[in-house]
């Protein structure tokens, strides 16, 4: 079993930046594909980003690319999201999630083990 715990979210004014992490214990995050996807009220969980296992090859979709970047620290076993030039519409909850498949996955129906969620809010 994994316990991805976040922390990081805030409210923040249009623009502005956070760093999301991902804390990972029970086993190493290293061992696991992860992934950021975020929530809205109303809406369906989607993709933010993700990083391979192995290789920390970066995906992010196309809403956040250019604005936000994940990386990973193994020794700390620690994910993280940083998030530049917030948009409103970047508003959601946001959830760490770990897949244990040897391909990264952008659906969250990929991903094993989940986060509680941390609430980012962007203010216009």
């Known amino acids: 079993q994994v316990q991805l715990v976040e922390s990081g979210g805030g409210l923040v004014q249009a623009g502005g930046s956070l760093r999301l992490s991902c804390a990972a214990s029970?086993?190493?995050?290293?061992?696991?594909?992860m992934g950021w996807f975020r929530q809205a009220p109303g809406n369906e969980r989607e993709f933010v980003a993700a990083?391979?296992?192995?290789?920390?090859?970066?995906y992010y979709a196309d809403s956040v690319k250019g604005r936000f970047t994940i990386s990973r620290d193994g020794a700390k076993n620690t994910v993280y999201l940083q998030m530049d030039s917030l948009k409103p519409e970047d508003t959601a909850v946001y959830y760490c999630?770990?897949?244990?498949?040897?391909?990264?996955?952008?659906?969250?129906?990929?991903?094993?083990?989940w986060g509680q969620g941390t609430q980012v809010t962007v203010s216009s």
């Open positions: 990083i391979s296992r192995y290789s920390s090859t970066t």
């Open positions: 999630a770990a897949d244990v498949s040897l391909r990264v996955g952008v659906r969250a129906s990929s991903y094993d083990y």
């Open positions: 029970g086993r190493t995050s290293s061992t696991y594909n």
